[in-house]
């Protein structure tokens, strides 16, 4: 077989993009994000110990829209990676490893949480005071 007639990337022909796959690499991605996560928490926990005006700046930062935003993400991330890492338990246990299962119980990863971050994110407004 001539060099330009084999196929550059033979794997691109044989898979399809599922949701399994979908759910796979965003489990990887979201664990990335809490680790970069946790960095921003270390900050906040040493503005908390530096005094006053570097917990005052740390807070403004989170407060702002891109800090919001941020933590919305992280949330979500969260409860994803975790409801996720569950089902992933489960298939070590050698359950819920059939196609129809596993398609389904991410559907219910993804709505669970979406459910907890909501739920999350509601009671914090509503602890704050609307200031959340």
């Known amino acids: 077989m001539a060099a330009d007639n084999r196929p550059v990337s033979p ?53 702002s829209w891109a800090g919001c935003a941020l933590m919305l993400a992280w949330t979500l991330a969260f409860y994803y990676h975790f409801f996720n890492g569950l ?5 070590d246990a050698g359950k819920g490893l059939d196609l129809g299962t596993a ?18 994110w509601l009671a914090a407004h509503s602890v704050s005071g609307g200031a959340a």
Not at 87 to 91: D, G, I, K, T, V
Not at 104 to 114: C, E, F, M, N, R
Request: glycine share 6%; aromatic share 14%; proline share 1%.
């Open 11 to 63: 794997h691109l022909q044989i898979y399809r993009f599922a949701w399994t796959m979908a759910l796979s690499i965003s489990h990887r991605i979201s664990g990335v994000f809490l680790a970069v996560g946790a960095i921003f928490l270390v900050y906040w926990l040493v503005s908390v110990a530096s005094g006053p005006s570097a917990f005052a700046t740390a807070q403004g930062l989170m407060a």
């Open 87 to 91: 089902r992933h338990l489960f298939w």
């Open 103 to 120: 398609r389904l119980s991410g559907y219910l990863v993804v709505l669970a949480a979406i459910v907890a971050t909501a739920v999350t």
